[in-house]
Structure formats: structure tokens, C-alpha cells
């Protein structure tokens, strides 16, 4: 009897623990994972451990198709971190969503290209003007980056013939065939097409520090796992100073996450890395927030009707789950 009952309390003590260990294992939701540069970090956080070393069991991460399926997706599936796009959060916030802004993820659009066939007359942007030009889809951060290349030479869309053509994929077949003269394009696309296409503009070499997505928490996992946020956001400041520090290696571990050639990926990390040397920010920062960049996204995405309000930061923001030497804003 009494090794019956030191084996059940044993039993109910495993089963206790195996309960809590599942509870504690999360999925969080990025815009994109495994198709745009964004998420890349998460792969190497994955592949090397990152979140486990920081104690975040990390058991998956979802993707989705823009910045509305992911807060859908982060509210409806009771998750408690998402990256997303910046005028979708901060609209769902002023809806009246439980959301809260903790990390500023991703500092410029230096993934975006311009480019068009080798043999296309255009060489500069200042003779995009009367030409086709593509983007994704209408108030898109593509379309939004259109209006705001074309402002920094004096053009508006009227001196242009933008066309919606569905995915940047696409863009390249529209190009090919002759439907559009000019593809905007962000990497991995970019890279994957770079040796028959000619660049025109580069987006790191055009356009100011522009917030790109950032890490959004909503408020109930703010009151109850916040050492879970926490330790996201440790493991991703990992995995973006590997990335710097090895980029080859995450050019492979990212081939695998995103079913690339290894080629292909490495070029892409080393275009987003590289560029930081002579930027005033980096492609992948590591949490800390930069406020002039996320006004100057605000500003495009009024542009295309993505936003039409103010942000106020100070209320949509939450600091307190970066370390300490992030917490003060570029």
C-alpha cells in the first residue's frame, strides 16, 4: 500500500509537472514568417536555442498574411506577443483592442528595391516619371514607400502609373511581361531575382529610418507573462547580434526556415546587415524604440489612406520589458 501510494504521488507529481510545462509553452505570431526579411531573427532564435537559453519554451511561430490577420490571430488565439505592422497596430489600439507596443523591431524599409530590367531606359528616379510602376496592394507599405520616394524628388502620384499587382513575386512576372516598368521589391524576392534585374533606387540609400514592425503584447499577457515577453525579446536581441556577428550562418539557418537556396538567403542577410555600417540605423534592431522613425511610417501610410490619426505614444507604449540599455530611445 504504501509503494501504491508513493507511486501515485509521484504519478500526480509528473503529471502535474508535464501540465505546467505545457502551459508554459507558447506560440507567438509573426507577419510573414517565412516569406518576407522581417521575421528572419525568430528562425535563428529557433535554430540556436535563443528562446529556451532566455526561458521563453517557445514551441512554434505562426505566420500570417499582413498586419490584420496577425492581431486577429494574436486577440483570437489567446497568444501573447506578435510582430506586426505599425498603422495596423496602432489602429486596432485606437479601436479600443487590449494592445500594447513593447519592442521596435525593425528601423528602416532597407529591405525594399526598385528595380527594373536590364535593358529598361529608366537609370534614375527622377525618370520613374510617366512610367508603370507596381506595388503590392492598395494602402500597403509598398504603395505608401511609392508615394514616399516620389516626394523626396518633388513628384506626386499623378506624374506616375502605379499598379496594383498583388505580391512582389508577382511584381517580377509583371515586369517581365511588360505590365509594369518599374517592380518594388523587398528581399528575399529581391535577392532571389537580383541577376536579371538592374537596381534604380535602393530604399536604404533613398528614404530616412523608417519603423517597419514592431513586438506588440496584448494587455492580458502584460498582467500574466511577463517574464514570458521578457525573455522574447532577450532571445531576439540574440538572434539579431548573431545575425550581424555570423551572417553566413544565418543565411543557413534561414534557408531552411524559409525554404531558400543557401545562396539566396545569405545574400539577403548580408544586404540587410552590411548596410548598417553606413546607415544611421540598422535594418533589425534589437527593441529600442526610435519615435522619429515610427512618425515618419505614420506619415507614408496617411499617405494611402492606411491611417488617418495622431499616435500617441506615450500611451501605446510599454518600455518596461526591454533591458535596461534600450530603454532610452534613439
Known amino acids: ?48 536555442g535563443f528562446f529556451k537559453e532566455e526561458g521563453a519554451d517557445v514551441t512554434g511561430i505562426l505566420s500570417s498574411n499582413g498586419g490584420g490577420t496577425t492581431i486577429r490571430n494574436l486577440l483570437g488565439g489567446n497568444l501573447d506577443y506578435g510582430e506586426v505592422d505599425l498603422a495596423g497596430t496602432v489602429t486596432a489600439i485606437e479601436q479600443g483592442n487590449d494592445l500594447h507596443i513593447i519592442s521596435d523591431n525593425v528601423l528602416t524599409v532597407g529591405e525594399f528595391v526598385w528595380a527594373v530590367k536590364p ?16 506595388y503590392t ?46 517592380a518594388t521589391l523587398a528581399d528575399p524576392v529581391w535577392s532571389k531575382n537580383s541577376a536579371k534585374l538592374r537596381t534604380v533606387v535602393r530604399g536604404a540609400d533613398a528614404l530616412p529610418p523608417l519603423c517597419n ?20 525579446l532577450r532571445a531576439r536581441r540574440k538572434a539579431v547580434e548573431f545575425m550581424y556577428a ?9 534557408a531552411k526556415a524559409y525554404d531558400l537556396d543557401p545562396t539566396i538567403a545569405r545574400q539577403a542577410v548580408h544586404n540587410l546587415t552590411t548596410m548598417a555600417a553606413g546607415a544611421t540605423r540598422p535594418y533589425w534592431g534589437t527593441g529600442r524604440f526610435d519615435i522619429k522613425g515610427m512618425d515618419g511610417m505614420i506619415a507614408a501610410q496617411r499617405s494611402v489612406g492606411a491611417y488617418s490619426g495622431s499616435p500617441n505614444w506615450e500611451k501605446m507604449i510599454d518600455r518596461s520589458f526591454l533591458a535596461d540599455d534600450l530603454k532610452k530611445d534613439y
Not at 120 to 130: D, N, R, V, Y
Not at 246 to 254: M, Q, R
Open 137 to 182: 496592394n492598395p494602402r500597403s507599405t509598398s504603395q505608401a514607400l511609392n508615394v514616399l520616394l516620389l516626394q523626396t524628388i518633388g513628384l506626386t502620384q499623378a506624374d506616375v502609373n502605379t499598379i496594383k499587382v498583388g505580391g512582389f513575386g508577382e511584381q517580377v512576372v509583371a515586369l517581365d511581361i511588360g505590365a509594369i516598368e518599374v
Open 213 to 232: 514592425v514592431i513586438g506588440v503584447a496584448t494587455g492580458k499577457a502584460i498582467a500574466e507573462h511577463g517574464d514570458f515577453l521578457r525573455a522574447v
Open 1 to 48: 500500500m504504501a509503494r501504491i501510494r508513493r507511486s501515485l504521488i509521484f504519478g500526480a507529481a509528473f503529471i502535474s509537472l508535464a501540465f505546467a510545462s505545457a502551459a508554459q509553452a507558447e506560440q507567438i505570431v509573426v507577419s510573414n514568417y517565412g516569406i518576407a526579411a522581417n521575421g528572419m531573427p525568430y528562425a535563428i532564435a529557433m535554430e540556436k
Open 119 to 134: 535593358d529598361s531606359p529608366i537609370k534614375s528616379l527622377a525618370e520613374f516619371k510617366g512610367h508603370k510602376i507596381g
Open 246 to 254: 555570423h551572417p553566413d550562418e544565418a543565411g543557413d539557418i534561414i
